[in-house]
């Protein structure tokens, strides 16, 4: 059997999901017998592959970036799968939504600055009005809720995944767990 | 014909980065930026809750170091409480440091930047990660892995729960730790010995090999800050932050959380979401200074442990004054993780570790008040202001990557400048630019965390502005 591709993404989240994934610890290089990891914030691949069997994607859709990202991993995975409470509702991030990010923006480069107050524009994203989880965007096909899922959710359901056996999440984790 | 390279995403880094390279028209390197790209408004929307709740609320600014969020938050908590933990707790939350620290440093080392150390910078990026790793050298694969194990693990028997746990509370902790668990970590430690003192072997065993990389990654004199003991020795969750200048001589000493809001001032430059910290009396950029492992070892004359202490007086031999080349950090953190797990054997010997009393109450006695810690990446300080009611009115974080700004984005100028000539780069060139910035191992989930993707590309620009060329890779 050859090993299913799988990549890792990041949008606006704080990266506590990624780090749930890593604490699998040893039961990562089992998993490595089963799967590639293509493309994540702990590989080196720069550009997102044409194919990937499953996606996990981590975090809210903050910014245009995280917009034409989570189109781009949609388009070229076949499996997406939202990876914790940010990706799956919204979460943490969205708490800035009844603010908006003029006001967010304002606050931490003009107010909060002692030196050439500006609000930064060069290379740097615009950030959307409203902070949104990736369904909004995109079909997910698996939702994994947590905050993050722990490490024994990820290793059960990515197992399951890449054996076709049968998976029941709502046993695994939930919302805010 | 103006040409720039960009690097995006940095990969193998906590968070994400671009970086991009201009060339100026004879294709030499004129400057370089480290873009930090996306912000998230955690001291705004914090506004109008209630103050007990912001540990457990900041600590979701970074899963990688929550403890220190946790930490910094709690204390700025309790100076508003005005009130002192009970000395159990105290150490429990030393140790819920430490195990942190050396979780974050393994992380670091291994998962991040070994691949680099190990594999080589010009290796197959396919494999240039810690499963390669893992495949070439399992021994220090599977130290990594351990090692990291063994802080996550600890934090977990400590809170109940890896990644964001909810144990640390103004006022103390929830709970006290058991006996059980005290042996846990207690027959977890031989592991843990053995584990770091193979990655300080393998390290110093390769280090020499990269004589080229250390004179050109971040290699100038700067100021440095961070935590220090009244006898010296290094801390990180209590103490007091010292500055040194580029000669080691005392800039300011005795700086207390409070007293960093006063002295400690932001830039913004328009192509970062991460500000520019910098000491005010001195002004920006003049008063800009790094922060974290190496900085740490350069302000600090004991670790305090003596396994650590005999390696700081090594590391030390490297130089008379500060060491200055941020490759460093590598070395640096090893020595840190040494003492992490010196520290937490030394801290399960207090005999009232088992005590029950770990949390102090009390409400609103001062309307402002911060906290400071060490993270792992450097010094991190959060300041709150509240209303009578406990609500929060206003609250400023400074967090490490914004210290280290200005001095990454330096590094990646002279690496840049050492692997780009005549508008010509090799992969392995670029990674190694990327390897400066892995090696200030930069939190860019607290500094506001970034994300964007692009193909690596070096991009051919005329003068009219068109494209004319690119190369992806
Ligand atoms: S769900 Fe929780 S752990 Fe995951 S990115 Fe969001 S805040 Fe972090």
Redo the contacts between chains.
């Keep these: 059997m050859s090993k299913l591709k799988v990549a890792t993404v990041?949008?606006?989240?704080?990266?506590?999901?990624?780090?749930?994934f890593?604490?699998m610890?040893?039961r990562?290089?089992k998993l490595?017998e089963l799967i590639d990891?293509v493309y994540s914030?702990?590989?080196?691949?720069?550009?997102?592959p044409d194919e990937v069997d499953i996606a996990l994607v981590e975090?809210a859709v903050?910014?245009v970036?995280?917009e034409?990202?989570i189109k781009?991993v949609r388009a070229h995975s076949k499996m997406l799968i939202a990876m914790g409470d940010c990706a799956v509702a919204g979460?943490?991030?969205s708490?800035?939504n009844?603010?908006g990010?003029e006001?967010?923006?304002d606050?931490?480069?003009i107010e909060?600055?002692?030196?050439?107050?500006?609000?930064?524009?060069?290379?740097?994203?615009k950030?959307l009005k409203i902070v949104r989880p990736i369904h909004e965007f995109v079909t997910v096909d698996v939702f994994l809720p947590g905050?993050?899922p722990?490490?024994d959710t990820f290793y059960t359901a990515l197992t399951a995944l890449v054996t076709g056996a049968p998976l029941d999440i709502s046993a695994l984790t939930r919302f805010g767990a | 014909m103006t040409q720039t390279i960009t690097?995006?995403?940095v990969?193998?880094?906590?968070?994400?980065g671009?970086i991009?390279i201009m060339l100026d028209s004879q294709g030499q390197v004129e400057d370089a930026?480290f873009?930090?790209?996306?912000?998230?408004?955690f001291?705004?929307?914090s506004e109008g809750r209630p103050f007990y709740e912001m540990p457990s609320?900041m600590a979701?600014?970074?899963?990688?170091c929550?403890v220190s969020h946790l930490l910094a938050s709690a204390k700025a908590c309790e100076a508003i409480m005005a009130v002192r933990i009970p000395h159990t707790a105290a150490q429990l939350r030393r140790m819920l440091n430490m195990a942190q620290m050396v979780q974050s440093h393994a992380?670091s080392f291994f998962?991040?930047s070994s691949?680099d150390l190990l594999l080589g910078m010009e290796s197959d990026?396919?494999t240039?990660?810690?499963?390669g790793v893992?495949a070439a050298r399992p021994d220090l694969?599977?130290a990594g892995?351990?090692l990291?194990?063994f802080g996550?693990h600890i934090i977990e028997l400590l809170g109940s729960k890896?990644?964001?746990t909810g144990w640390v509370v103004p006022g103390g902790v929830t709970e006290p730790l058991s006996a059980a668990h005290r042996d846990e970590i207690l027959s977890m430690l031989p592991e843990a010995f053995a584990n770091v003192k193979l990655a300080l072997t393998a390290y110093k065993q390769i280090a020499d090999s990269f004589k080229q990389e250390i004179e050109v990654f971040a290699n100038f004199p700067s100021n440095y800050l961070g935590l220090i003991n009244e006898d010296e020795s290094i801390e990180f969750t209590d103490g007091a932050l010292r500055l040194i200048d580029p000669t080691g001589t005392i800039i300011e000493d005795g700086m207390t959380a409070h007293r960093f809001t006063e002295v400690i001032?932001?830039?913004?430059?328009?192509?970062?979401?991460t500000?520019f910290v910098?000491y005010?009396p001195l002004?920006?950029p003049q008063g800009s200074y790094r922060v974290g492992p190496l900085p740490r070892l350069n302000i600090v004359k004991s670790m305090g442990t003596p396994q650590a202490d005999a390696e700081l007086a090594f590391f030390k031999q490297m130089s008379a004054g500060p060491i200055e080349s941020s490759f460093h950090y590598h070395h640096a953190r090893l020595v840190e993780a040494l003492y992490g797990v010196e520290n937490i054997e030394r801290i399960l010997a207090d005999p009232l570790i088992l005590d029950k009393h770990v949390r102090a109450t009390a409400g609103v006695n001062r309307l402002e008040g911060a906290g400071q810690i060490e993270a792992p990446r450097g010094t991190l300080n959060h300041h709150y202001k509240v209303d009578e009611n406990g609500k929060i009115t206003w609250a400023?974080l400074v967090v490490a990557t914004g210290h280290n700004n200005k001095a990454m984005n330096l590094g990646v100028l002279q690496s840049a400048k050492a692997y780009v000539k005549d508008g010509k780069f090799t992969p392995g060139a670029l990674?190694r630019v990327e390897a400066v910035i892995r090696a200030f191992d930069p939190c860019l989930?607290c500094s506001?965390?970034a994300?964007?993707?692009?193909?690596?590309v070096m991009t051919l620009v005329n003068a009219d502005g068109e494209v004319v060329d690119q190369l992806?890779?």
């Design positions: 990041w949008l606006d989240g704080c990266s506590g999901c990624h780090m749930s890593l604490d610890d040893e990562l290089l490595a990891i914030p702990i590989v080196d691949a720069k550009v997102f975090g903050a910014s970036d995280d034409a990202k781009k979460n943490v991030p708490m800035r009844p603010i990010p006001k967010i923006l606050r931490a480069y909060n600055a002692s030196a050439q107050q500006q609000i930064p524009c060069v290379v740097v994203p950030l905050c993050p722990s490490a | 690097i995006d995403p990969t193998r880094l906590e968070g994400h671009k991009t930026h873009h930090v790209t996306q912000v998230r408004g001291e705004k929307f609320l979701r600014i970074c899963g990688i929550p992380l998962h991040l691949p990026p396919r240039r990660n810690i499963f893992a694969g599977l892995i351990g990291r194990r996550q890896r990644i964001h001032g932001e830039a913004v430059e328009n192509y970062s979401y500000k910098y005010k002004g920006y400023n990674n989930s506001t965390h994300f964007g993707q692009m193909p690596l992806i890779r």
